[in-house]
């Protein structure tokens, strides 16, 4: 009998972006996905039907796949006073037994035919504030740790809501996604010089997040 994976994926979500106001502006974002159903090409750069508004700050090689845990839904349904769909973070694979006290940086996984890397936590910005009207929402995630985080392409291929997720390989550091959003919410004149010295060893940490920690670290 095939064991059954600790992993799994509640749903998949795409979506272009739209334009919507945000405090009396237009805002276009890329943060309203919605679920699909059958299979989806995962391409080096994004999942097929998807796109991102602001492609300085998402999506790219670094950030293909967002990917947030559903177990922290309950959380946040509690905390909004509202049931959430899925997606509700702009992720694009909402999952089960993935954490980001858990799973670390450079860790490779098999979803369906698609091979994936992590790369680096989901940073929250203004647009989840957008989403859901609270104004410190991003704050609210750095605090709880609840971000999320992205997926680097090392295989394209299909994946469903119905694929397997395997772990193939973890990365040899150990360096949890929960550890690096830690640094990010201490902030340039807070973070720790010896954990950001220990970050930057690692290979497979996003290039964007390494430049910035690497001036945090320069800078003293």
Known sequence: MEEKSKYGIVSVNVG???????????????????????EVFVGRTQMDGDGQADTVNHGGPDKAV????????????????????????????????????????????????????????????????SKHAVKDFPARVLDTGFSGFY?????????????????????PMRVTVASVLKQQALGRRGADRDELRRLLEVDALAAGVK??????????
């Open 16 to 38: 272009k972006p739209v334009t919507v106001e945000y405090l009396g502006k237009p805002l276009t974002t890329g943060i309203y996905k919605r679920p699909v159903q059958g």
């Open 66 to 129: 967002c990917v947030y845990p559903y177990e922290h839904y309950a959380y946040w349904e509690q905390e909004l006073d509202k049931k959430l769909d899925y997606s509700a973070f702009g992720e694009n694979l909402t999952v089960t037994g993935l954490l980001e006290t858990g799973v670390c940086i450079g860790d490779v996984f098999e979803i369906g035919e698609v091979v994936v890397q992590v790369s680096q936590p989901r940073f929250p910005c203004f647009k989840l504030s």
């Open 151 to 171: 997926l680097r392409i090392l295989e394209e291929g299909r994946l469903s809501k119905d694929s397997r997720i395997v772990k193939r390989s973890s990365h």
């Open 211 to 220: 430049e910035s920690f690497t001036k945090w670290f320069q800078e003293g």
